[in-house]
């Protein structure tokens, strides 16, 4: 069952669902391709991330996504309950992080790090790990909400 999210009930996100569904089943709506929009990675299979509910549907970003099952599942619709987590794995995907990274215990050290570094009020630098394509700031995901009244509050939806 769907939770909230920007606003949107579970039977207005449910409708963009099916509706997604059965474009996708004609052939109207491709399947999600990469790469991964929050981290970049090129070569992980992606699925669709709505921010958009609103009637009529907009199939493309900003209101649709694709994004790797862990940024999507893990990471972005968990942010409300995990700040810090939030913010270091920002941070991980600006200094060229894929999700899959994390999977390399060194790697995953590194960010719990951060993260504790943030949760103590102090700085902390991750190693680039490769270059970072997009301007830090102005992502997509760079102000996002994260507190937990925006999942019902309507003034999240993208459109008014
Ligand atoms: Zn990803």
Known sequence: M???????????????????????SKGTLSPATGPCALCGDPDVAVEYHDEDYGEPY????P?????????HRDKLHKRFWRHSAWQAF???VRRGGYACDLKDPAIKREVSAY??????????VLQ????????IGTEWFANLRIDIESLVDTSARPRQ
């Not at 999210?5 to 996708?24: A, D, H, T």
């Not at 907009?58 to 970003?61: G, M, S």
């Not at 209101?63 to 099952?69: N, Q, T």
């Open 2 to 24: 769907l939770n909230w999210y920007n606003g949107y009930s579970p039977i207005e996100r449910n409708k963009k669902l099916q509706v997604s569904k059965r474009l996708m």
């Open 128 to 135: 680039q790990i490769r270059p970072y394509p997009r301007t």
């Open 115 to 124: 993260q504790q570094a943030i949760e103590r009020g102090e700085t902390c």
């Open 63 to 71: 209101a649709l996504f694709a994004l790797c099952r862990n940024c």
């Open 58 to 61: 907009i199939w493309t970003e």
């Open 90 to 92: 920002i941070a991980h």
